[in-house]
């Protein structure tokens, strides 16, 4: 089959790899009909190499029809529809039975004191094949696997294998009151989505930061009040605090994560971590790897006193520091973690219909073949033509 492998830092290469064969009795093999580029692949692309193999299939963003099915599997079968949350969860251990997928204890990742195994995501979380490939191997086929209906097309439901619980749980963590106020860090495709989830469960005052103008064309399009970083870079606090009665907004989402524009010195520190050999890099980033913190720290200063914060973008630093004494005082409340897929979906499911009230049907800004996935990661890194979601059709 045809996948897309990680070879090296900003270099992946679409290559014909060996197909996936059941290798456990619940396996199902999955025929991809869509995959997404997600912005945390942009980590594999930049800075996680340590953590990762050339030949490494990317990608946990999939849907597709079952060809396969182990001998145990009972509720799927040859033809159906499945989308495949990121995580890779049993669904019946303790974890599991707490909502919290992210966390399985079947497949947590003990050798580096992990969560649960993700999909196409380094070492550190299992070194598991991706899906950006023509075909998917999906263990636990009886409890992992969501099953959708015929007929709609693969927009409807993709992105229920990660933007859409990823958004709902940054969401439902930030806990807004009813009519209160939001303040989302990035509007790149999590951010987007958590913009119109909260708008959606009904926050009454939505506010939207990036730098990029489509990016803040499309949110302003759906009645979210954005602003631009390069006009607010000094002052993005006292813009917020103008729009929430001096207070700022009752939580923050951080949608932004390591790859936050902010200190240059920690952002050469990153590349040049990415470029030692994997026996230095991999426990200078374990043991010592900062992260470029300018989205959490505007997250701190924006959000009211009493507030809370929201992590949804992905952090990898071990030594990141926080500004405790600022934290303590402002009585702030912080929360973060992998989206528990299957949490969600059961709240998630009966949005997508075809009224849209989340606007699935036209998320995506490209859809374009496997072939072209590694343009298709140049284009997204440099954010260029517009690109904002891209689906890839394998």
């Not at 990415?274 to 505007?298: I, N, S």
């Amino acid at each position: 089959m045809r996948a897309l492998t990680w070879q090296g830092r900003r270099d992946v290469r679409v290559e014909t790899v060996p197909d996936p064969v059941i290798e456990q009795p619940d396996d199902v093999i999955v025929r991809i009909t869509s995959t997404g580029i997600c912005g945390s692949d942009l980590h594999l692309y930049e800075v996680l190499g340590p953590f990762l193999d050339p030949g490494d299939i990317l990608g946990h963003e999939a849907m597709g029809i079952v060809e396969e099915a182990g001998p145990e599997v009972r509720d799927l079968a040859r033809g159906d529809r499945v989308v495949i949350p990121f995580n890779v969860s049993c669904g019946t251990c303790f974890m599991c039975s707490q909502g919290l997928h992210s966390q399985c204890e079947t497949t947590q990742v003990h050798a580096y004191g992990s969560g649960a195994s993700l999909f196409g995501y380094t070492k550190l979380y299992g070194q598991v094949p991706g899906g950006q490939a023509e075909y998917l191997r999906v263990p636990f086929g009886n409890t992992l696997p969501v099953k959708v209906p015929a007929g709609p097309p693969d927009d409807r439901f993709v992105y229920l294998s990660d933007v859409l619980p990823t958004a709902w749980q940054a969401v439902e963590y930030a806990a807004v009151p009813p009519g209160g106020s939001l303040t989302v860090l990035g509007l790149g495709p999590i951010g987007d989505m958590a913009t119109r989830i909260a708008q959606q469960r009904g926050v009454g005052l939505v506010i939207g930061v990036d730098l990029v103008n489509e990016r803040l064309g499309r949110a302003s399009a759906h009645g979210v009040t954005c602003l631009d970083l390069r006009r607010h870079e000094k002052d993005l606090g006292d813009a917020v605090r103008e729009l929430t009665d001096g207070r700022g907004t009752d939580a923050v989402i951080d949608a932004v994560g390591m790859e936050a524009h902010g200190n240059p010195v920690t952002r050469a520190a990153q590349w040049a971590t990415a470029l030692l050999p994997d026996a230095l890099a991999q426990p200078f980033m374990e043991k010592a790897g900062v992260d470029r913190l300018g989205a959490l720290y505007a997250a701190i200063d924006l959000v009211r006193r009493g507030g809370i914060v929201s992590l949804s973008g992905v952090y990898g630093g071990a030594l990141d520091p926080l500004p405790l004494l600022r934290m303590f005082d402002k009585q702030l409340q912080l929360r973060m973690g992998q989206a528990n897929v299957w949490r969600w979906v059961p709240e998630i499911l009966p949005l997508l219909t075809d009224e849209d009230p989340l606007g699935v049907d036209g998320f995506a800004t490209h859809h374009l073949p496997l072939a072209e996935a590694p343009q298709a990661y140049a284009a997204f890194q440099a954010k260029q033509d517009g690109m904002i979601k891209t689906l890839l059709r394998p």
